[in-house]
C-alpha cells in the first residue's frame, strides 16, 4: 500500500512539474523562439508537437516509475558494504572500479534504477525549468529582471548541463544508498 501512495504522489508531481513547465514555457515564449530545448529548436517544433511530446514523454516516465517500484526485489543483495552493494546490483559480482567503468551493466537491474531515479530527476530539473521559465516572462515585463539577466546569460546553458548532472548523481545515490540501508537493516 505504501508503494501504490509513493506511485501516485511521485507520479502526481511528475505532471504538475511537467504541466507548470509548459505554462512557464508559454509565458517566457508564446511562439516557442526562445525555447531553449534542443529537440524543439532543431525540429522547429509547435505548441501542438510539444504538447503531444510532453505526453509521450510523461507516460514513458510514469510507466518508467511504475515499473521500478513494482521490481524492487532485484535490490535484495546480501552484501558487506555500500560500494560492493553497487557492484553487485549492476554486474551481479565485486569487480574493480576500472574494470566496472568499462564493463555494461545487466539490463534488468539497470532499468528498474533508472524507473526510479530519472522521475525523480525529472522533478528536481522541472523546478528548476519552471524557476527559469518564470524569470524569463518576468524580464519581458520588467527592467529590473532584464538588468539581472543580461548579467547572468553567460551561465545559463552551463548552468543547465551541471544541474542535469548533479541532480541525476544525488538522485541516484539517494535511490541505491536507501535500498541498501534498507537491505542491510533487515538482515540485523
Same mark, same amino acid.
Given at each position: ?35 531553449? %530545448? ?32 513494482? %521490481? ?5 543483495? %546480501?552484501?558487506? %558494504? ?6 553487485? =546490483? ?8 576500472? &574494470? ?21 530527476? &525529472? ?21 529590473? =529582471? ?43
Amino acid at each position: 500500500m505504501i508503494e501504490k501512495q509513493k506511485i501516485y504522489k511521485l507520479s502526481l508531481l511528475i505532471i504538475i512539474t511537467r504541466v507548470l513547465d509548459g505554462v512557464t514555457t508559454y509565458l517566457a515564449s508564446p511562439d516557442l523562439k526562445r525555447e531553449q %530545448n534542443p529537440i524543439i529548436k532543431y525540429f522547429d517544433l509547435g505548441w501542438s508537437s510539444v504538447l503531444l511530446l510532453g505526453l509521450l514523454f510523461v507516460s514513458l516516465t510514469v510507466f518508467l516509475l511504475v515499473y521500478g517500484y513494482k %521490481n524492487q526485489y532485484v535490490f535484495k543483495i %546480501n552484501s558487506s %558494504n555500500f560500494k560492493e552493494y553497487i557492484f553487485y =546490483f549492476f554486474f551481479g559480482k565485486k569487480i574493480p572500479f576500472a &574494470l566496472a567503468i568499462l564493463s555494461i551493466p545487466k539490463l534488468k537491474p539497470t532499468i528498474i534504477f533508472l524507473g526510479l531515479v530519472f522521475p525523480i530527476s &525529472l522533478i528536481y530539473y522541472s523546478y528548476f525549468l519552471i524557476i527559469n521559465n518564470t524569470f524569463m516572462f518576468l524580464t519581458d515585463v520588467s527592467d529590473f =529582471f532584464q538588468q539581472i539577466y543580461i548579467q547572468i546569460y553567460f551561465i545559463f546553458q552551463p548552468l543547465y548541463i551541471i544541474m542535469i548532472f548533479f541532480v541525476s548523481i544525488l538522485a541516484s545515490y539517494q535511490v541505491l544508498y536507501q535500498q541498501y540501508r534498507c537491505r542491510s537493516l533487515s538482515k540485523s
